[in-house]
């Protein structure tokens, strides 16, 4: 074998002659060179089942046309430095990347140089702010994975860069797309009850670390407006009732026993209608691709503070026993 070959990989095909050709495997360098200039995606921490989802969905060889070629071609692994459930992950989710013809690279800087558009996946909300920024300041688009950030002041900070440099942004869970919600005419909703796992990390309020689904399905389907919440805690469960302007009542429980699932009730003028099962990844990664190719967003920065500013309310309503608490509260001390 030729010295210069070394370290490559070399595989047989079988020809049409019936013997065996020993052809070269692409290399990495190879892979990355056929992502064609703005389709290059660079992925931020490896701590998370979202990024190896995302990356074989891009990288798959026989990957959705709607995708429109684009690929993940490098990768910063580092996350959250402190959360186990998601530090233990980096290893072997960096090895599963590799192996799709991901580059690993040693920070967001070398990262920015490599690619065009960004997926900011680090499990760690407190890390968002700082990471975002670093995109922002390169020019380049990015989503950012739930939560967007670990508090609503550095949610609102993260728009405001957004506008300060001019870079459109979205945030948002895969259970707005739930199966069933493209059924729902979001003008004849008339209240809903949603449902989603809320397992809680001390590091993040309590609804921001997983909690978040069940809200974010709650406003795809109720939209904002939402002026006061209510919160009833136990140490399985919570509830979440939330009264919006125009008197509509949405519900958010957020479980910790039993069966994990997500799901809700929608009721209609003309009808209840039930969500449900989960969906999967690609109905969001279909937005992520329009969203790279033309600038929208899917999901507003208003909705995505409205929905922290619930959030948070309802952790004020937990401390103070379960009084109400309006939103409008909330986001003039945030704005403080």
Request: net charge neutral; aromatic share 8%.
């Amino acid at each position: 074998m030729n010295s210069s070959a070394s370290g490559r990989r070399f595989f047989l095909k079988q020809t049409s002659q019936g013997c065996a050709a020993l052809l070269l495997a692409p290399t990495l360098l190879q892979a990355q060179q056929a992502v064609a200039t703005g389709k290059r995606v660079g992925m931020i921490g490896l701590d998370t089942s979202h990024s190896t989802a995302f990356v074989k969905a891009l990288n798959a060889p026989d990957a959705n046309p709607s995708y429109l070629g684009y690929k993940v071609v490098a990768a910063y692994p580092q996350g959250s430095k402190d959360i186990e459930s998601s530090t233990s992950r980096v290893p072997a989710y960096t090895e599963e990347v590799k192996k799709l013809n991901v580059e690993i690279v040693s920070s967001i800087s070398d990262l920015l140089k490599k690619v065009d558009v960004v997926l900011l996946e680090t499990n760690d909300g407190r890390l968002h702010l700082e990471q975002a920024l670093q995109v922002l300041k390169a020019g380049k688009r990015v989503f950012i994975d739930k939560p967007i950030a670990a508090s609503l002041p550095e949610a609102i900070a993260i728009f405001e860069a957004s506008k300060k440099y001019n870079i459109p942004l979205f945030s948002a869970s895969s259970l707005r797309h739930i199966k069933g919600i493209e059924n729902v005419t979001k003008s004849q909703v008339v209240g809903a009850d949603t449902f989603s796992p809320a397992v809680l990390e001390k590091t993040h309020p309590d609804f921001f670390w997983y909690g978040i689904h069940g809200v974010e399905t709650l406003y795809t389907v109720m939209g904002t407006g939402c002026q006061q919440v209510v919160r009833v805690h136990t140490d399985g469960t919570d509830i979440i009732v939330g009264t919006w302007a125009d008197g509509r009542i949405g519900t958010v429980r957020g479980t910790r026993t039993g069966k994990h699932d997500y799901g809700g009730t929608v009721f209609t003028q003309t009808g209840n209608l039930i969500l449900g099962p989960y969906g999967g990844y690609e109905p969001l990664l279909h937005d992520i691709i329009k969203y790279y190719e033309t600038g929208e967003v899917p999901v507003t920065p208003a909705e995505t503070i409205e929905i922290f500013a619930f959030m948070e309310a309802a952790d004020e309503s937990k401390r103070r026993g379960g009084s109400a608490v309006t939103l409008e509260h909330i986001m003039a001390i945030a704005k403080k």
